[in-house]
Nanobody, 114 residues
Framework: QVQLVESGGGLVQAGGSLRLSCAGS????????MGWYRQAPGKQRELVAT???????NYAESVKGRFTISRDNAKNTVHLQMSSLKPEDTAVYYC????????WGQGTQVTVSS
């Protein structure tokens, strides 16, 4: 079964850092664009960052300069290094792979306390 599995969420104080990881179960993810979306309570899911198989990155304006996305194609993994976290970063973070077929992870909670 082709799937994405996230890890690394948790509770952190404002100004702190967290690193999220996502592992794909199949080598097809090495050619997919991968990334992270998030959904806060009562809000729509929104893009956080994506990275193509060639390493081209795209970030939401709200996280530019604070978050860094990276990937390891040999291991079918994508990471999100989050620094200078703010309470408004609190959300469930979902790993994504696409676009020929869309795959989603189960989500990992990130909570930033003030």
């Amino acid at each position: 079964q082709v799937q994405l599995v996230e890890s690394g969420g948790g509770l952190v104080q404002a100004g702190g850092s967290l690193r999220l990881s996502c592992a794909g179960s199949d080598s097809i993810f090495s050619i997919y664009t991968m990334g992270w979306y998030r959904q806060a309570p009562g809000k729509q899911r929104e893009l956080v960052a994506t990275i193509t198989s060639g390493g081209v990155t795209n970030y939401a304006e709200s996280v530019k300069g604070r978050f860094t996305i990276s990937r390891d194609n040999a291991k079918n993994t994508v990471h999100l290094q989050m620094s200078s976290l703010k309470p408004e970063d609190t959300a469930v973070y979902y790993c994504y792979a696409g676009p020929w077929s869309n795959y989603w992870g189960q989500g990992t909670q990130v909570t930033v306390s003030s």
